[in-house]
């Protein structure tokens, strides 16, 4: 099973409806999709800074808004479906979606904390679902694989490199939207080449 992370920002790219449909393709291989939160998680940013919303609820509104850009991308991909459960991942042919909100809304064990974002959200993810690899689809490509300067650099979010640790999943790949191709070769042999992964 691989777990696959599609930024928001990804949201108003060309190639993202080409990409839904080379992730469906693939079903049967045994995927999970993770949203990112993209502008819905951007307006709660603002919200916060003008309102003073706590950070308690600001992350579980950010937990829906990766939840209504999970709902853009099935609609934009038939063959993708909502899930919020582990056991519901596997109960359908497509690809699950994942919706983490109730999955996640009460645990204390995850920062409340936009040091916290999708990135290691699916990371946690592929942690519980002992997946054999994480892959996070992103606008531009990474120019290091040195995790901790990604993170530095918020090509990752902060907390990515304790998660990495928590999680124990051995394979966590970047690449970019603009190069379909590699993703679409690691999907045909079922492996991560190591010019795609972080370390």
């Known amino acids: 099973m691989w777990v696959i992370k599609i930024g928001g920002s990804l949201e108003a790219a060309a190639?993202?409806?080409?990409?839904?449909a080379l992730l469906a393709d693939y079903a049967p291989s045994g995927l999970v999709i993770v949203p990112g939160?993209?502008?819905?998680?951007?307006?709660?940013?603002?919200?916060?800074?003008?309102?003073?919303?706590?950070?308690?609820t600001a992350h579980r509104r950010?937990?829906?808004?990766?939840?209504?850009?999970?709902?853009?991308?099935?609609?934009?991909?038939?063959?993708?479906?909502?899930v919020a459960r582990l056991d519901e991942m596997?109960?359908?042919?497509?690809?699950?979606?994942?919706?983490?909100?109730?999955?996640?809304?009460a645990r204390t064990d995850i920062p409340a904390s936009?040091?916290?974002t999708a990135d290691s959200l699916a990371l946690w993810l592929a942690g519980e679902l002992n997946a054999d690899a994480l892959i996070l689809v992103k606008s531009v490509a990474n120019n290091t694989h040195d995790v901790?300067?990604?993170?530095a650099s918020t090509y990752l979010d902060a907390y990515f490199p304790q998660m990495m640790a928590?999680?124990?999943?051995?394979?966590?790949?970047?690449?970019?939207?603009?190069?379909?191709?590699?993703?679409?070769?690691?999907?045909?042999?079922?492996?991560?080449?190591?010019?795609?992964r972080v370390y």
Not at 62 to 82: I, S
Not at 94 to 103: D, I, K, L, S
Not at 176 to 193: E, V
């Open 15 to 20: 190639a993202l409806p080409a990409l839904l």
């Open 37 to 56: 939160g993209g502008r819905f998680a951007e307006r709660i940013r603002q919200q916060q800074r003008e309102t003073g919303l706590d950070d308690v």
């Open 62 to 82: 950010a937990l829906l808004a990766m939840e209504q850009y999970g709902a853009l991308l099935c609609e934009l991909e038939p063959r993708l479906y909502p």
């Open 90 to 105: 596997t109960d359908k042919a497509g690809v699950p979606v994942w919706f983490p909100g109730r999955m996640l809304a």
């Open 114 to 116: 936009w040091q916290v």
């Open 148 to 151: 901790r300067e990604l993170a």
């Open 166 to 196: 928590r999680a124990g999943v051995k394979t966590i790949a970047c690449v970019s939207i603009d190069h379909p191709k590699a993703l679409q070769s690691a999907l045909n042999c079922g492996k991560i080449p190591t010019a795609l």
